[in-house]
């Protein structure tokens, strides 16, 4: 039985967190579009064009000892040889270890994100990525609006 362009689809995205948490940079590369692509990390500006976009995620995978993503509310929409997917990374992440040797301290973090893939002969590739933070009430905030 073969596989639907939306399971196809899914398959892509899991495999580039899958990649991230790995921390194989040639694979990852191998996930993107030889052309135009784009990526927006949280907080960054656009970053446009394969080399940059690389080496982007060349800089995160040397800066980070340790990331898991827990994907939620994955949608997939297919239009032709175009498919959008939009999920909500919910991130645990470790910095550099310490001077103990020990793994530095773990961060979680919630970023909603639009991934966008095209059909190549190879199969999906990803053409941008695009990941926006979700801010959150930290413990003891109270939303302004709330009734008392």
């Not at 073969?2 to 995205?13: I, P, R």
């Not at 990649?19 to 940079?25: I, L, Q, S």
């Not at 960054?44 to 940059?52: A, C, F, K, Y």
Request: include cysteine; glycine fraction near 10%.
């Amino acid at each position: 039985m073969s596989l639907t362009d939306t399971e196809l689809v899914e398959q892509a995205n899991t495999a580039f967190y899958e990649t991230m948490e790995r921390g194989d940079f040639d694979e990852l590369s191998g996930l993107w579009l030889d052309d135009d692509i784009s990526c927006i990390h949280p907080g960054w500006p656009v970053l446009t064009g394969r080399g940059e976009v690389l080496r982007s995620y060349a800089l995160i995978m040397a800066n980070t000892e340790y990331i898991q993503f827990f994907l939620t509310d994955v949608k997939v929409s297919v239009v032709g040889d175009t498919a959008l997917v939009t999920c909500t990374e919910n991130i645990l992440s470790g910095g550099p270890a310490e001077d103990g040797g020990a793994l530095g301290p773990l961060v979680g973090q919630l970023v909603v994100a639009t991934n966008v893939f095209r059909r190549t002969s190879d199969g999906w590739k990803i053409w941008s990525h695009h990941g926006s933070p979700v801010l959150t009430e930290t413990d003891g905030e109270e939303d302004e609006n709330s009734p008392s």
